[in-house]
């Protein structure tokens, strides 16, 4: 069976590469389980894993789903993965550096954070075949972007450059195309760095409280507080004492 998703971890560091480049990475049933695997795996191992980066092979992103997809799973499973990508404990990167449409971009709006190439598009394009986004499109990108322009995005069918897409806050970091694999692996180190409890449980808080007001929020953060890491005493010790 050819793998359609391939795996690397180099450290705390895991690497998930969309491999179907001659379809576009478009996304049929054998990768959603091929990568429903890698998660269920991934969700046993947050001490030892603390970045999960999702990036493709060939000369797009993801042109999202496979329209001649033979597979058959219920309806929910599909969008039930992507939702699985977004509740990883780990802090999980997109790295997009050419084109990422409608089932793509539903892939990487469930990411933490979306680094991009001044190559890379992005866009919407349920509306050319008369289908409605049901992996996620209608909830994460108006939270990313704002119902106005998640509105002219979904309606419109547009493709829109990596600047365009930087400016309406799609894209959190923009790099020129030679340096992003760079980029996207010292942005994995500097999430490393930081303790795995705190990104954790600072990426479920976050999750909890999104949607509440600023009082319920701030209760939930006083009444439902994690605590301080293992080793808060140790690194705190290490900081006081470097020369």
């Known amino acids: 069976m050819t793998v359609s998703l391939l795996r690397e971890d180099t450290g705390a560091l895991c690497t998930l590469t969309l491999n179907r480049p001659d379809k576009r990475n ?6 959603f389980q091929q990568l429903d695997s890698e998660l269920a795996d991934l969700e046993t191992c947050p001490d030892t894993i603390g970045c999960v980066i999702v990036r493709a092979n060939g000369p797009a ?18 969008p039930q993965v992507i939702e699985r990508l977004s509740r990883l404990p780990q802090i999980v990167i997109a790295q997009v550096h050419a084109l990422c ?30 289908l409605v986004a049901g992996w996620g499109m209608s909830q994460r990108l108006p939270r990313r972007i704002g119902i106005s322009q998640a509105k002219l995005l979904m ?48 990426k479920t808080m976050l999750a909890e409280t999104e949607g509440l007001s600023l009082s ?25 004492t470097k020369d």
């Not at 190439?117 to 075949?129: E, K, L, V, Y």
């Open 26 to 31: 478009a996304l049929d049933t054998v990768i």
């Open 155 to 202: 309606m419109s069918g547009r493709i829109i450059s990596a600047q365009e897409a930087h400016r309406i806050g799609l894209v959190d970091v923009l790099v020129n195309d030679n340096e992003l694999d760079g980029a996207v692996v010292d942005l994995a180190h500097d999430i490393l760095a930081n303790s795995r409890h705190t990104n954790r449980e600072t």
């Open 101 to 130: 449409v409608t089932g793509g971009l539903e892939l990487a709006l469930a990411a933490d954070i979306i680094v991009a190439s001044h190559a890379a598009q992005f866009g919407d394009t349920h509306g050319r075949w008369g």
């Open 216 to 240: 319920q929020g701030l209760a939930h953060e006083l009444y439902r507080h994690p605590g301080s890491a293992p080793d808060t005493e140790e690194r705190i010790k290490r900081f006081l």
């Open 61 to 78: 992103f993801c042109g999202g789903a496979d329209l001649n997809d033979g597979g058959r799973v219920p309806r929910s499973y599909k």
